[in-house]
């Protein structure tokens, strides 16, 4: 008789929602690799304006007020990606945590499977013998009963 598991429903369905919720904390970890990058060039452009400020010291009013306004606007954004660099880490951290809970519950389901797999193993073992022993005593008896 084959093995079936009597909770093979629910088992499928974890590892359904275990896989959906990977998915989900991949394209968390890759927003927050695109908010790095964006974060590195925004910085990038800083120190650009910076360098740009040092290495001209004939640089006329207007073009260092310009230079002072860029970075100010670029100072603020980068306090924008950086809060949202933070948010993204907190939900990634409370999805991990989620996928961690997914993983466990399925880890569970698994193990019964496992465990009543091998329980139906020994039991189709200790079927296959009785069945080869009392063959073996019909097959001796019957030897016995017939005339010489």
């Known amino acids: 008789m084959p093995f079936r598991f009597s909770l093979d429903a629910p088992l499928r369905l974890r590892k359904s929602q275990q896989r959906q919720q990977e998915l989900l904390v991949h394209r ?6 695109q908010t ?3 974060l590195q060039a925004v ?3 800083i120190a650009e304006i910076s360098l740009n400020n040092r290495d001209s010291d004939s640089t006329r009013a207007a073009a260092l007020h310009f230079d002072l306004v860029r970075r100010e606007v670029l100072e603020r954004h980068r306090a924008q990606v ?3 660099l933070e948010k993204l880490r907190e939900e990634q ?4 945590a989620t996928l961690r ?3 466990q519950r399925r880890e569970v389901l698994e ?7 091998q329980q139906h193993s020994i039991m189709e073992s200790r079927r296959d013998q009785q069945l080869q022993d ?3 005593l019909m097959r001796k008896y019957s030897r016995r009963s017939l005339p010489t």
Do not use: Y
Not at 28 to 33: A, L, N
Not at 111 to 117: A, D, G, N, T, W
């Open 43 to 45: 910085a990038k452009k």
């Open 111 to 117: 193990s019964l499977r496992e465990r009543e797999k």
């Open 101 to 103: 809970k997914m993983w």
């Open 36 to 38: 790095l990058r964006e």
């Open 28 to 33: 968390i970890q890759e927003q927050i690799t």
């Open 134 to 136: 009392d063959l073996f």
């Open 82 to 84: 950086q809060s949202r």
């Open 93 to 96: 951290a409370a999805q991990f």
